[in-house]
């Protein structure tokens, strides 16, 4: 029997009184700035939401806290916004869980149990490779790894680099993460002591022998991927002076000019490269330089320390407003050095049963709902970084964030499948399995003990906190909190 357009228009209103008034349990899994832009989207938009975010370590915030230099204090203003989320009665956190493995921590499918959808927003954690000869050895590290080691991310607390056995460090790759490490090694340490920069990392770069930083490029300086702020910063370094092919520079924007008469950010960035820095001779220096392919780490041995690197050297093929490519000339140049750091982007690893593009390194999506075989996957999101790949910064991320609460919030209008099941009872539903796995979950609340006890730390060394660099020394400070309740 059919139903008439008068019963169905009631069954209709019906779904939606009942969507509109039932909790809606959503599970996040990742912390960072996509995370908390999405739930702070999603709270405002959809009254009923209640969201539990997840993240392996116990403390929240991903690359505010770990990711963004210690020399930039505004950018991690951030944090007040996600505090207010925080505040939300709607919005809990859990630390120190990791999703996707039943030892310590709850797999996938447990998650999908309790909740009617999930976000995936763990961004990128790991970094690519050059794919070159002696890629390995002692002295080439990744931008990614060094910046978690001054920032004090756990898992690099104990990084260990040859600062003080040369004077030369060479950085692939000439986006704004070079140019952060390229600035920490450079910048007088009595600067960076007035930061969060870890205790560690300033005992480390005040015995450091490094005066002289090159940073190289497979392309143009129209190419480029740093913003104008981090140029601007990077030329007004206190005794610091700025070397490059000025001639080179000179000809490639004057060929561009009429391009960048529409690009405007790009011709300000130029402007600011031709300029240069103001300090035309110091014992500390930097250089750009373009058009280098590295070819192979040079070490003193077999297996050995760095001794150098070798580039083949490109030339431009294509329009500059058609992204040229760089093309091999067969012709190889070496630079001494001590110290390589390669910062050529960062990836995505996949979650044990998440639909995951590895050739693109992203969850294949449209507007952050999940995709399978080009099929939307009920109940699944993502944002941030694993949502569009490594690119952008915190503003382009919290653009990107809400236009997946906003695919969110138009599923549950339109009534769409969420993840299977009746009964949601969101973390509460999951208690029993932090018991039997000995999971000490971290609140909110227990994250702003934490904090409080960094920035008390850092009061003493007259700096704005001194994180703490292990997970057991974070789940410490809350041990006399857990004995109290």
Wanted: hydrophobic share 40%.
């Amino acid at each position: 029997m059919s139903m008439s357009s008068k019963h169905r228009g009631v069954f209709i209103r019906q779904l939606s009184v009942t969507a509109a008034t039932h909790p809606f349990r959503l599970a996040v899994v990742g912390s960072g700035p996509a995370g908390f832009y999405t739930s702070h989207k999603l709270l405002k938009e959809w009254p009923t939401a209640h969201i539990d975010m997840y993240d392996t370590l116990p403390v929240p915030h991903g690359l505010v806290r770990f990711g963004v230099a210690p020399d930039h204090p505004e950018v991690k203003n951030v944090m007040t916004t996600f505090d207010k989320v925080a505040q939300d009665t709607r919005f809990r956190f859990l630390g120190n869980v990791t999703v996707g493995k039943d030892k310590g921590g709850v797999t996938l499918e447990e998650l999908k149990s309790h909740y009617h959808a999930i976000l995936f927003s763990y961004g990128a954690s790991q970094d690519r490779a050059l794919g070159i000869p002696n890629e390995d050895v002692w002295g080439v590290e990744s931008a990614r790894a060094f910046v978690g080691w001054y920032n004090g991310l756990p898992c690099h607390r104990h990084l260990a680099l040859p600062l003080e056995e040369t004077d030369t460090a060479v950085i692939v790759g000439q986006g704004n993460v070079a140019l952060d490490v390229a600035r920490i090694l450079l910048t007088p340490v009595d600067i960076l002591r007035k930061t969060d920069i870890t205790e560690y990392a300033l005992e480390a770069l005040s015995k450091s022998r490094i005066r002289h930083v090159h940073v190289l490029g497979r392309r143009g300086p129209l190419q480029a991927a740093f913003t104008s702020k981090e140029l601007r910063e990077q030329m007004s370094i206190p005794g610091v002076a700025f070397k490059a092919d000025h001639a080179y520079i000179q000809k490639e924007v004057a060929k561009a000019q009429p391009w960048l008469a529409h690009h405007r950010p790009l011709k300000r960035l130029m402007g600011i490269l031709e300029k240069g820095s103001s300090t035309v001779s110091a014992d500390r220096s930097w250089s750009l330089e373009f058009l280098k392919s590295p070819s192979r780490i040079l070490t003193h041995s077999e297996g050995g320390a760095v001794l150098g690197i070798e580039c083949e050297l490109n030339e431009l093929q294509g329009d500059v407003g058609a992204s040229p490519a760089a093309v091999g000339t067969g012709v190889f140049q070496q630079q001494a050095c001590g110290l390589v750091l390669r910062s050529i982007g960062y990836k995505s690893v996949p979650l044990p049963g998440l639909p995951f593009d590895g050739r693109q390194g992203r969850v294949p999506n449209q507007y952050g709902k999940i995709l399978a075989n080009d099929k939307e996957e009920p109940g699944m999101y993502t944002a941030g970084w694993l949502k569009r790949g490594p690119t952008g910064v915190i503003v382009s991320t919290m653009q990107d964030a809400y236009e997946t609460a906003e695919t969110i919030v138009e599923d549950l209008k339109a009534q769409k499948d969420m993840l299977p099941g009746d009964i949601k009872r969101g973390a509460e539903g999951l208690e029993y399995l932090f018991k039997e796995r000995n999971i000490r979950a971290v609140s909110y609340e227990d994250w702003k003990t934490i904090e409080a006890a960094e920035v008390a730390q850092g009061a003493l060394y007259g700096k704005p906190r001194e994180k703490l660099v292990s997970v057991e020394s974070m789940l410490a400070v809350l041990e006399p909190t857990r004995l109290q309740s």
